[in-house]
């Protein structure tokens, strides 16, 4: 009896150690033949070196239906109320507002909007509007532009538009939020007639007509009005855009169709387009390989990032990585002692070798960051990034050694007193945070404690300075180095550094109200020397990169420079 | 009379746990950090001010309690303060509706197999049969129900293109996350079932009625799993609960829209009215499941008396 039973616990136990290693081992088999089950294997082959091919050679499959994973659900549908990426995939599916970026030229091209003229002074806006229709049919007016943008500024939306700062741009945005303006007749927005509309701005704004294409600037339909419940449902959603809504269930799928009455519904062919709602990158990546979607990983969804390289080689052809406008940084607590010294955080910042972390860390090919504002960011002339480079300092353990000894000097200590290094949950901010912390130890002999805690505790002892060092990363609002830059002023909102100096609020103040962009751009290059260079507020780790797949089948999907994602000119070759 | 009597106060045991789970959820929810408007990109103070006020949350904390108190009374789950303007209440029923479709095909799955893998192993008593489901069983016990899940989507939906790896849009949807579901009950089940049915093979009673030239069918289907299904049934209760309220990890996996991983999500970002609403409804979901179970006692267990008052 005591024999047979232990003999079942033996066999039991192999079974189970049995299970688990083919699990593993299954993977890696995989990796390294290749997806012998996914449909695409035979495509792949022959449509190799094919990619560059003529459009005259490309047969449209029949079913023109785009499935794609997004790795969690938008919030809301209401342009207004959204505030994160995954909203922005779907609305721009179902919205145009005045113009639309080009996301290859990086520039904004005629969307509603059929022409504008620009006032010498940069300040005044007037749009032609195109005969455009909404879905049920009713015209695309002026006006609709003015009632939407109204709703964002009224405090008295239910509930008021998070977002409702991306307006403060216009005449009187601010000041009719806050109430310091009653009527909303003084805000710069003006319906001249049905198909004219007036925009009149508070300072003159470089990038204004790309802040057009923003979802928050999207107009909506007059039935919104009064009914604050309209867009939590399919049927009462009337947009303008190339899709509409068709399929919504919680938690589980979202489908959009093609809007036969949008003006250009003759550039879509996609007819529909899935959306599953699964947050899991190891699912996603397998849907993928399994066929059961056509494109997987950033912006919409995420690939884990450990399978990154076996990816990479095992479908190079598939396998896309596009730098885009975000960066990783650690931000230091200036505040407090001992991080209110310069040498000291300039020291940390040194000792780390970014390469070797992206290559054994991170994965995921990202861009050692030695500068705050990442490339793709538009300046005076081509990318701001490439007229100033990021130079403002180098990896040099030695130094970091001297300066970190002279910093300890000015601060009467004899050696660095243990810290802490806070970052939010997640796999991969703490592989980064632990590889750092062993950089530290290794190069400077310093001593550092890791410290993890949930996003939104983390999010709110940072905001209160409760911190020492902590993780953080920074997406662009709009294609311009002030969304950067603008984050550092004294008492900024964003500012979770304590960092305040006069110097740095006066360059970028002058900037925002100068219409020279060469002048401009100097006054960044200058207030970025200031902040990293010689105030080292916060210490650069890399800027993002987004690493896809994408069946070879499917073209016309393309990436802005803050790595947003527009699916409308998407197609499918026959496969 | 004993009875409204015991149901009586089983109801009113019930609505003071439910105002204890209430409460104690509502002020543990409001102690930890941040809210639903926390975010890294900072909403403007003046912004931030008027969304608190629009949601309540610059009033006092007891006011703020009382007035949900009140709303809940009235049947009010509220909108959710995330997902914008979306009732509360629409939001656990579209979510519940997959995790209660899955968990419901799970259960019967469960029972079925489990039952009928414990009374083979209890009729094949120390033959290959018993050992075979008694490994299976352990099996199903020990390994973690997202390794089975894993493995299962790996082998079946990837290797062999059998099902769909993720979704739940067709009947094909429902094998894997049902398998990886049911793994865990089937193994109970089947021990439960096991060792229940050997106790009453070998009592006096099975032998009396061989002895009276019962054929084995009678025997089996009149006596023995009757009997050995008990304890069964009194696992069916908790374990309905268990199973409905969602599995995260196998919802995750599957890409399931189950209200186990709204839960989960809701309190990630701090969606206070959802916190609660699945919370409440949690609750009492498992507390009817509890009284179901307790008044299926009285009727099966002829053992259990109400206080009724007849043994002075």
Redesign the interface.
Known sequence: MKKSKSLLLMIALVLVIGTVLAGCGGNNNNANSGNNASPTNAAATDNAGTNTGTAGEETLAADQTLRINLSAEPPTFDPAQAQDSQANTVLKTMYEGLTRMNDETGQAEPGIAESWEISADGLVYTFKLRDAVWSNGDPVEAVDFVNAWKRVLDPNTDPTAPYAYQLYYLKNAEEYYTKKVADFNEVGVKAVDAKTLEVTLKAPTPYFLGLLSFYTYYPVHKSVEGNAKWATSKDTMITNGAFTLTEWTTGQSLQVTKNDKYWDAASIKLSKIDFSLVNSGATELLSYKNGELDRAGAPTGDLPSDQLPIIEKELPNEFNRKGIASVYYYEFNVTEKPFSNAKIRKALAMSINRQALIDNVTLGGQLPAFGFVPPGIAGADGEYRTAIKDSYFTEDVEAAKKLLAEGLAEEGLDKLPTFELSYNTSENHKKIALAIADMWKQNLGVDVQTVNQEWAVFIDNRQNLNYQVARAGWTADYNDPMTFLDMWVTGGGNNDTGYANPEYDKLINDAKVSSDLAARQEMFAKAEQMAIGDDMILMPIYYYTNNSLTKEYLKGITLDFSGAIDLTRGYLLEH | MGMVRYIANKLFYMLVSLFVLVSATFFLMKA????P???????????KA??YE??GLDKPLYHQYFKYLGDIAQGDLGVSM??????VS??IG??FS?SLKLGAVAIVVSVIVGVVLGMLAALYH?KFID?AA??LA??GI??PSF?VA??L???F?????WF??????GPLNYFLPVAALSAQPIAFIARLTRSSMLEVLNADYIKTAKAKGLSWIQILSKHVLRNGILPVVTYIGPMTANVVTGSVVIE???????IG??FV?AI???DYTVIMGITIFYGVLLMLARFITDIAYVFIDPRIKLSGGKEG
């Open positions: 930890i950090p941040g809210d408007f926390t975010s890294e990109k900072k909403v403007p103070p003046e912004i008027r969304l629009q949601y995330k997902r914008l303007n979306q009732d629409h939001l579209q979510t997959a120390r050992s008694m490994v352990v099996l020990a390994v390794v894993s493995v989507q790996y082998v939906a990837y290797k062999f293109g769909p790896v993720s979704g739940f849009k995750q996996i599957f890409g399931i829209g189950g991983k709204q999500e990630g970002v701090r």
